[in-house]
């Protein structure tokens, strides 16, 4: 590796994350390769990072003030996860900012020591009538957040 080559991303092991959500696999999501394809893992960090706020009170999808918008997404694929298998989703809160915060995903296979996938997406959070970005994030999702860092 020289100087101006960026070091190969590397699977992560369970203890990067601080939480985990148990997935289920579907028929659905497999793809030609007989493994489930790409975009589902989007669909995963989504849902994953979306029912934790949900379930914690500090997104309401309906009626809420603040909602976040994905402006940045990215994904490593280290093995391949297939139906029918279990998947264990790890989350982490990376950074914080004013009005933007990167999660990170990482996505086990059932009893696997390292993720078959991680990746990050950005939300910026933003008034759910302008669109426009939040001076500050809201104190109870800040806080929700940072107990994920």
Same mark, same amino acid.
């Given at each position: 590796?020289?100087a101006s080559t960026p070091a190969r991303?590397?699977?992560?092991?369970?203890?990067?994350?601080?939480?985990?959500?148990?997935?289920?696999?579907?028929?659905?999501? #497999?793809?030609?390769?007989?493994?489930?394809?790409?975009?589902?893992?989007? &669909?995963?960090?989504?849902?994953?990072?979306?029912? &934790?706020? !949900?379930?914690?009170?500090?997104?309401?999808?309906?009626?809420?003030?603040? !909602?976040?918008?994905?402006?940045?997404? &990215?994904?490593?694929?280290?093995?391949?996860?297939?139906?029918?298998? #279990?998947?264990?989703?790890?989350?982490?809160?990376?950074?914080?900012?004013?009005?933007?915060?990167?999660?990170?995903?990482?996505?086990?296979?059932?009893?696997?020591?390292?993720?078959?996938? &991680?990746?990050?997406f950005v939300h910026v959070y933003v008034?759910?009538?302008?669109?426009?970005?939040?001076?500050?994030?809201?104190?109870?999702?800040?806080?929700?957040?940072?107990?994920?860092?």
């Open positions: 590796m020289t991303p590397q699977p992560h092991g369970r203890d990067a994350y601080p939480i985990f959500r148990r997935i289920t696999t579907r028929w659905l999501d #497999n793809d030609a390769y007989g493994h489930v394809n790409n975009v589902v893992y989007y &669909h995963w960090f989504d849902t994953v990072v979306n029912a &934790h706020l !949900i379930e914690h009170g500090v997104l309401d999808i309906q009626q809420g003030q603040t !909602i976040g918008l994905v402006v940045e997404t &990215h994904c490593n694929y280290f093995s391949s996860l297939a139906f029918p298998q #279990n998947v264990d989703a790890g989350l982490r809160v990376t950074r914080i900012g004013s009005s933007s915060v990167r999660y990170e995903v990482g996505l086990f296979a059932e009893g696997e020591a390292q993720t078959a996938a &991680h990746g990050h008034d759910s009538q302008t669109r426009r970005p939040v001076s500050a994030l809201p104190p109870e999702l800040k806080k929700v957040l940072e107990d994920l860092e």
